[in-house]
Structure formats: C-alpha cells, structure tokens
C-alpha cells in the first residue's frame, strides 16, 4: 500500500511525536521517583556489602498472643546526640506490640561510595536515628492515631550516606557509658552525612522504633512453667534459646531450630553467662554476621538479654524481616545480610509469684529488676482471675509501679 505524500509526512511526525513523549515521560519517571523504588539488578554495586542487626523485642499474654504494652517505657538508654520523633500526638501514649532495638547497618567497600538508604516499617513508627536523616516517617497523616490503626507506614531515608573505609573513626561522644558505643567495635567502613549543622560520622546507620504486629513465634506457659512453642508461619526459626534468670542465678536451654511445635521445660538455674553469649556469638556468626558484629551485637545487648526474668531468645525468619522492614540501599549491595534477634518476654508463674511478693514486701529495687515490663506483667495477672478484690489490689499495684 501506498501514501500520498501527505500523510507520510504527517505519519512521521506522529512517530516522532509519541517518541518524544516516551522519552519525556522516562526523564520525569527519574526524576520523580527516589531510585530505592527501581528495580535492584540495574544498579548492583559488585564491591558493595552491607550487614545489619537488631532486636524485635516483645511481651508474651495469656493466651499466647503478642501483648499490647508501652515498649518507651523508662529510659531511651541513648547518647544524648541520637535525635528523636515527637512529632505525633498519639491517644493514650505510644502503645504497641513490638519494641524495635538498635538495628545498625553497616558497609563495607574497598573504595569510596555514596549511598541512599530507605528503609519503612509497617504498623511502625521510627523514634530514635543517628545520624541526620532527611526525612523521617514521611507518610503519617491525621488519621494515624495510634500504632495498631495507623494507615501508613513509619519510614525513614538518608539520601546521601558517605562511606570511605579510609577515614579515621572520629565519632562523638557525650561522655556517658552507654551500650550504644559498642555497635562500633567492627571493621566496618565509617561513614559521613552532610547536614545543615556540619558534617556527622559514625560507624553504622542507627535507627529504632516500635509498631503493631504479631511477632512469628507465639508461647504458652503451664502451671509448672513448662513453656509451647508455635512458629507463626512455615518459615524455620533456626535457633530458640529459653533463658531465666532470679538474682545472681541464671540458666538456659538451646532448643536449636524451630519448624512448627515444642515445649520446653524450665532450665536448672546453674548456667553460665559467659558461656550463653559465646553459644550466641556462634548462632549470630552462623546467620551471616562477621565475628566482631556478632561480638558486638552481645556486648551492646547482654545487660539486657540476660536480666531478671523469664524469655525466649530466637532467631527472626528472614522473610519475616524483610516483610515488616522492607530495606533498600542504592546502588544495591552485591551482598545484604539481616540478622534479626526475637525477645519474648514470658510472664511465668515464677515471675508472678515474685513481682507481687514485692509489691507486698515493699520491695522497690525488684521491682525496678522489671522495669518496663511490670505493666505487662501486671496485666496478664488481672487477665487470668476472676476474683474481683484481687483484681483491685493488682490495678492498685499497676498505678504505684515505680519508673527508672
């Protein structure tokens, strides 16, 4: 078929037209769009590693559920340089499921590089970061009232990270001895970031928060303080440790993986503290961290890990990771690795018997042994009787737990 000279003309003006249009639309979609939304695989960093950790920590009910609690409970336990969110007026203070701690990511480069990061979390709220971060929970609106009806995900981005594995390890300080500092005991290369304010280094990307979800290992607790296990979902949790300790007296039992179901019985309180974070460091080394984050994920944690009471210590599922706190680095890393920790609180008999024997004794330096915990604690008592006096005098003892 032939055309008059016409309408080639003008046929090839509407090709050229639509083709303009298409190039248009890809610089403005550049443009538009932050690169950490673009597929991966174009823009991997062969020379680029980066490894993160950190704690879900939460609090086993009654029945076995995730217990709603107030994981800022007490102390923020942060240098005084960390900034924080206070931006939302959340109803009936920041209640949540899940206490994000201390993840840090760390990068490793034999050259210099500059990075973006993003990373969301879902039912979540980002508190705490160092350094600077160029926005922080974007997606919050008036509707997010409080963490389990929050419509949007926390999120938090730096948009140009610096890393230079030769820069010297001139990092601040305020002076305090805080476990914050001991993240930075590895290889890994620093990092800087350019704020208004000057330019901030550190050794990692340090970021907290707390949220709304169900954690994927559930507990139940028997009479005689035998503790079943339910993994959430088909994905293996690969390492389960029970752990108690009351006073200078402390014990655990490694039941190694998880597929489904177990019960574990209460450890012999004849165990060793230095021998548990050696087991850890090596489940920890096993999952993909280098020997000195593991050392270092132990010696920022073991205070707390391994305080008064009763918890299982697991191994998060990768995916479920990935799920909750979707993370993206550009340029990609040729190698991402996430080792998450899970703490689940367990209110025992054991506990119970000693939290109310202190109330009644008066005995004020116990009590302070449960910190933050003691209104989950105190809770699940006044769940599990029906006894209406008794009740009256735990909401008695819920109003007068003492703060840090």
Not at 220 to 247: C, H, K, M, P, Y
Request: net charge negative; charged share 20%.
């Amino acid at each position: 078929m032939t055309y008059p000279v016409k309408g080639v003309a003008s046929l090839r003006l509407l090709r050229r037209t639509i083709f303009l249009l298409l190039v248009n639309f890809w610089l403005f979609s550049s443009l538009a769009f932050p690169q950490t939304t673009r597929d991966k695989s174009q823009f991997v960093s062969p020379d680029l590693t980066v490894h993160e950790w950190g704690t879900f920590t939460s609090v086993s009910g009654v029945d076995g559920r995730t217990l709603d609690w107030l994981p800022l409970t007490g102390s923020t336990d942060v240098p005084s340089f960390v900034e924080h969110f206070g931006e939302v007026n959340f109803k009936g203070g920041l209640r949540g499921t899940v206490r994000m701690e201390t993840p840090v990511l760390y990068f490793y480069c034999p050259q210099e590089a500059n990075v973006s990061v993003y990373v969301s979390f879902r039912k979540g709220l980002i508190t705490e970061w160092y350094p600077h971060a160029n926005s922080v929970n974007p997606g919050l609106s008036d509707k997010d009232r409080t963490l389990e009806t929050m419509k949007s995900s926390g999120a938090i981005s730096w948009n140009s990270v610096f890393v230079d594995p030769h820069a010297a390890a001139d990092f601040p300080s305020d002076g305090s001895q805080n476990h914050y500092y001991a993240a930075r005991q590895t290889s890994s290369a620093p990092i800087a970031l350019s704020t208004s304010a000057g330019t901030q280094r550190e050794r990692f990307l340090f970021y907290r928060g707390v949220a709304d979800f169900r954690v994927p290992l559930t507990a139940t607790i028997s009479a005689d303080n035998a503790v079943s296990l339910q993994a959430a979902s088909s994905d293996v949790i690969t390492n389960v440790i029970l752990f108690e300790r009351r006073g200078t007296q402390m014990g655990y039992r490694v039941l190694g993986p998880l597929q489904d179901k177990a019960t574990l019985t209460p450890p012999p309180l004849d165990g060793s503290l230095d021998s548990l974070a050696s087991i850890l460091e090596g489940i920890l080394i096993s999952q993909g961290l280098f020997p000195d984050e593991a050392h270092a994920m132990i010696e920022t944690w073991k205070d707390s890990w391994f305080e008064e009471g009763a918890r299982l210590i697991y191994i998060i599922p990768r995916a479920f990771v990935d799920s909750v706190l979707p993370l993206h680095i550009n340029p990609a890393p040729n190698n991402t690795t996430r080792v998450f920790v899970g703490r689940l609180e367990l209110v025992t008999p054991a506990t119970q018997h000693i939290v109310e024997s202190a109330y009644l004794q008066g005995d004020r330096a116990t009590l302070l042994k449960y910190s933050r915990f003691l209104e989950p604690i105190l809770v699940s008592m006044i769940q599990q009787t029906a006894d209406e006096a008794r009740q009256q005098q735990l909401f008695t003892y819920l109003s007068a737990a003492p703060t840090p």
